[in-house]
């Protein structure tokens, strides 16, 4: 993920253990970041308009702190203590919306302590949001039409029991 100061963010990991680090325009690591160890996969990062870091995986816990497979990271790389919404299963996809909001799309069942199928629509302080389609298979992949509207992709074959082999809007 490339922030607007041309500064490149990246996960990388061995054995269990992943990192995300930040590298200036010249490939070093910038000194200033801290980088947060996560004791899963980081599958999905995504650089939110205020310049913090949501990160999804297989992680429960990251930069010390115990977070369910998501996580918001502050612009320094040190975990948002106030953002700790949860998944019961890992996330593969997380995106900023244009209005501010967030998607989450996965393998889970459970976010923030409730019932959603794959897919979470939320705020960026973590609070649910009524939009909840159900999936019955993995959601990999989201993109937003400039009409506003959503779509997303995985291996699936219904969305809220209708029909869609794959992508749905």
Known sequence: VTQPDGRVLAARGTTGVMR??????RGNLDPEFNIPTAN?????MELLPDGRILVGGSFTTIGGMARQ?????????KVDSTFNPGANAKIR?????ADGTILAGGSFSQ???????RVAHFTAS??????APTLDGTCYAF???ADGRILIGGTFTTVNGVPRKSLAR
């Open 20 to 25: 995300v680090a930040r590298f200036d325009h």
């Open 40 to 44: 899963g996969s980081i599958a999905s």
């Open 69 to 77: 497979r998501i996580a918001l990271l502050l612009r320094d790389g």
């Open 93 to 97: 996809k997380v995106m900023g919306l």
């Open 111 to 117: 976010f923030a302590g409730q019932t959603r199928t």
């Open 126 to 131: 973590g609070e649910l949001l009524p939009f």
């Open 143 to 145: 993109h937003q039409q």
